[in-house]
T-cell receptor, first 114, second 118 residues
Framework: AQSVSQHNHHVILSEAASLELGCNYS??????LFWYVQYPGQHLQLLLKYFSGDPLVKGIKGFEAEFIKSKFSFNLRKPSVQWSDTAEYFCAVTRYNQGGKLIFGQGTELSVKP | GAVVSQHPSWVICKSGTSVKIECRSL??????MFWYRQFPKQSLMLMAT?????????EQGVEKDKFLINHASLTLSTLTVTSAHPEDSSFYIC??????????????FGPGTRLLVL
């Protein structure tokens, strides 16, 4: 079935460690890609998005993601995580001509130890 | 930035009653709003797309008579859970698109409504 897959269910890191969260999608054709973050008790916030152009996208709070079309991937990275990055991270996709419907991955819970 | 509110933030109701959840775009007009459902420790599942002035489009497996959606204005969409049962207990989240941004519009999410049906 076509889907969005996040490979890591729960990631535990120490502060200052580097982060990479995997995201793969299985839709063909034109897609737009997003990473959202949900801090404990808060609503979803957009970290970054890719529509076209430079496949390396920089977002807020030092996050970046790289779109690799040949691998159907859009992995999220951060060189040095902080305790405040503890949250749930969701990868999402919209497909061309689908009215902007977001299809979410399963989510990755990130726990950063101080 | 664009703000989306939801009301109520949480609700507890008895089985068999109906519950209405409001989603409002506070500082922009949203021709399209989306309703999601999130179970604990799981992802968001799209329930339906709500378009201002027309009928909602429901995703496969979502009962339209169970989850009534009304998008009467450019800033308000409502989700009514009719004859709620314990299995309807969940976290309901809405999002809204800002039509002024153009084809690369982004969705803005509300804070969610937690529903507990006893």
């Amino acid at each position: 079935a076509q889907s969005v897959s996040q490979h890591n269910h729960h990631v535990i890191l120490s502060e200052a460690a580097s982060l990479e969260l995997g995201c793969n999608y299985s839709y063909g054709g034109t897609v737009n890609l997003f990473w959202y973050v949900q801090y404990p008790g808060q609503h979803l916030q957009l970290l970054l998005k890719y529509f076209s152009g430079d496949p390396l996208v920089k977002g807020i709070k030092g996050f970046e993601a790289e779109f690799i079309k040949s691998k159907f991937s859009f992995n999220l990275r951060k060189p040095s995580v902080q305790w405040s990055d503890t949250a749930e991270y969701f990868c999402a996709v919209t497909r061309y001509n689908q009215g902007g419907k977001l299809i979410f991955g399963q989510g990755t819970e990130l726990s950063v130890k101080p | 930035g664009a703000v989306v509110s939801q009301h109520p933030s949480w609700v507890i109701c008895k089985s068999g009653t109906s519950v209405k959840i409001e989603c409002r775009s506070l500082d922009f007009q949203a021709t399209t709003m989306f309703w999601y459902r999130q179970f604990p420790k799981q992802s968001l599942m799209l329930m339906a797309t709500s378009n201002e002035g027309s009928k909602a489009t429901y995703e496969q497996g979502v009962e339209k008579d169970k989850f009534l959606i009304n998008h009467a204005s450019l800033t308000l969409s409502t989700l009514t859970v009719t004859s709620a049962h314990p299995e309807d207990s969940s976290f309901y989240i809405c999002s809204a698109k800002d039509w002024r941004v153009g084809p690369q519009e982004t969705q803005y999410f509300g804070p969610g409504t937690r529903l507990l049906v006893l």
